[in-house]
C-alpha cells in the first residue's frame, strides 16, 4: 500500500452507535489516500467491532487500542498519532463525521501553506439540542476565518473545532503531541501549536459535523469546565506573551478581567497597572495595583505589554478600533484574553 498523504487519528470510547459514521464519512472522501488509525480505549460495547468489520474490507483503516484499562483520550490520541504515517496527520472524533471535501480542500491548503496547522469550520448536530449559548460560539469560530485571526483569538476562546485539525506530523512530533494534564487537553495543545511559529491557514467552510452528546466528555468531565480553560489560557500567556517581561498592563477589570489577573497571579503574573475608562476609578488602587486612565496611557509611547479583557466580540471590535490609531500591533504590543 503506497503511503497516505494524511493520517486521520480517531480515538474511540464506547462510540458503537456513532463511529460507523465517522469511518462512512472518511470513505467518502474526494481525497482518497488516507489511512485512519482508530484506537479503542477500552471499550465496554461493540466500538473495536465495529470497527474492525469496516477495516476487514478497507485496508487504509488500521485498529489499534490503549495499552492499558480506559487510559484516556491523551494516550488514544499519542497512540495514533505515533502510528501515523501520513505527512498530515489530521483529527476526527468517532461521534462526528467529514465533509466528503474535507480532507482534499485542508490538503490542498496544507500544500498552499507550505504545512503547518490547518482548521475548517464546524456545524453542531442535531440541531434541535443546540443551545443560544454553543450558536454564538459557531458563529463567533466562523467569524476566526484566517490563520492570523486563529492566531490572535486563541487566548479568547478556543479558536476551531479540535475535531477540524489537520496539522503537519513533523510538527507534532516535535512538540511531542499531547500533554496529560488536568485541563482541556485539545485546547492546551493548540496554544502550544500557536506559540510554536508554525503557519496557520484555515479553510471557511463548513466540513465538520460536531456531534451534541448529553455525555460527551466536554460537559461532563471537570478538566473540560470554565475554570479549567481559565487555568490553561493563563498559563500560556505567562509562558508565551509575557515571558520574562517584566511589566505588563491589564485593561479590562469586570468578572472577565478579575479572574483572568487572580489566575495570571498563580503563575507569577501580577500588572504593574490597571486601565479604566471611569473617572470614579481613576486613582484608585486594586489590591495594591493603581488604577490608571485609559486614555492618557494610550496616547504615550509605553514599554508595557497590554492585555485587554472584556467580555463580548463587539467591545473587542471597538477597543481595537482605538488601538490601531497608536501604532500598537496586536499580538505584539496587545493582545485580547479572556
Known sequence: MSMPRVSVVMAARNAESTIGVALRSLQRQILQNWECLVVDDASSDSTARVAAELAA???????????????????A??????????????????????????????WSQFERQGGGVVSCFPRYFPRGGVGP??????????????????????????????S?????????????????????????????LAASGATHGVVP????????RADSASRTQERY???????????????????????????????????????????????????EVDPRKIGQTIEGIP????????????????????AGSKARQTMREALASTGRVEGE??????
Not at 504590543?333 to 479572556?338: D, S
Request: aromatic share 10%.
Open 225 to 275: 469546565s470554565l475554570t479549567a480553560f481559565m487555568h490553561c489560557r493563563a498559563e500560556a500567556l505567562a509562558r508565551d506573551y509575557l515571558g520574562v517581561h517584566p511589566g505588563w498592563i491589564l485593561w479590562g477589570h469586570g468578572a472577565t478581567g478579575k479572574a483572568l489577573r487572580q489566575e495570571l497571579q498563580e503563575f507569577a503574573r501580577r500588572p504593574c497597572a490597571i486601565l
Open 164 to 192: 477540524s485539525l489537520m496539522l503537519e506530523r513533523s510538527l507534532g512530533e516535535r512538540l511531542a503531541w499531547y500533554r496529560e494534564q488536568p485541563g482541556p487537553e485539545d485546547y492546551e495543545f493548540a496554544l502550544r
Open 77 to 106: 490520541r499519542n497512540r495514533g498519532a505515533q502510528a501515523a504515517r501520513g505527512a498530515a496527520v489530521a483529527i476526527l472524533d468517532a461521534d462526528d463525521w467529514a465533509h466528503r471535501e474535507r480532507l482534499a480542500l485542508q
Open 57 to 75: 474490507h478497507d485496508s487504509r483503516i488500521r485498529c489499534l487500542s490503549t495499552s492499558s484499562d480506559h487510559a484516556g483520550v491523551v494516550a
Open 291 to 310: 488604577v490608571l486612565d485609559a486614555q492618557s496611557w494610550l496616547a504615550k509611547p509605553s514599554p508595557e505589554k497590554l492585555i485587554i479583557s472584556v
Open 133 to 162: 449559548g454553543m450558536l454564538r460560539y459557531e458563529a463567533w469560530l466562523r467569524r476566526q476565518s484566517s490563520g492570523s485571526q486563529v492566531l490572535r483569538a486563541r487566548y479568547i476562546e478556543m479558536p476551531y473545532a479540535h
Open 333 to 338: 504590543g496587545f493582545i485580547f484574553a479572556a
Open 205 to 212: 467552510r463548513v466540513l465538520l459535523g460536531w456531534r451534541l
